[in-house]
Nanobody, 118 residues
Framework: QVQLVESGGGLVQPGGSLRLSCAASGITFSVYVMSWYRQAPGKERELVAAITSAGGSPDYADSVKGRFTISRDNAKTTVYLRMNSLKPDATAVYYC???????????WGQGTQVTVSS
């Protein structure tokens, strides 16, 4: 059974930091591209950051470049998202996503709520 379990969300003040974690099980983690998406109320789900299976070439949404960092530990089958200098517009449910290109398969986590508010 495949599971992606996010943790680390919560309430943080503007300018604060959080680190999200996504622990994967039931997959060969090291062959999956891992990503973080978010969905704010009334908006479509959007890609925040992605990292290749080997941990290189991280890619970020323009809105988070320089403030968010995606990383992974293949030995721990976990992907992280470090979020600094958080703004209220970062308030959303953050989802972990796993993608294997060949053959194509994707999985989603259940999401973790991040609220940035004073």
């Amino acid at each position: 059974q495949v599971q992606l379990v996010e943790s680390g969300g919560g309430l943080v003040q503007p300018g604060g930091s959080l680190r999200l974690s996504c622990a994967a099980s039931g997959i060969t983690f090291s062959v999956y591209v891992m990503s973080w998406y978010r969905q704010a109320p009334g908006k479509e789900r959007e890609l925040v950051a992605a990292i290749t299976s080997a941990g290189g070439s991280p890619d970020y949404a323009d809105s988070v470049k320089g403030r968010f960092t995606i990383s992974r530990d293949n030995a721990k089958t976990t992907v992280y998202l470090r979020m600094n200098s958080l703004k209220p517009d970062a308030t959303a449910v953050y989802y972990c996503h796993a993608r294997r290109p060949t053959p194509w398969v994707t999985y989603w986590g259940q999401g973790t709520q991040v609220t940035v508010s004073s």
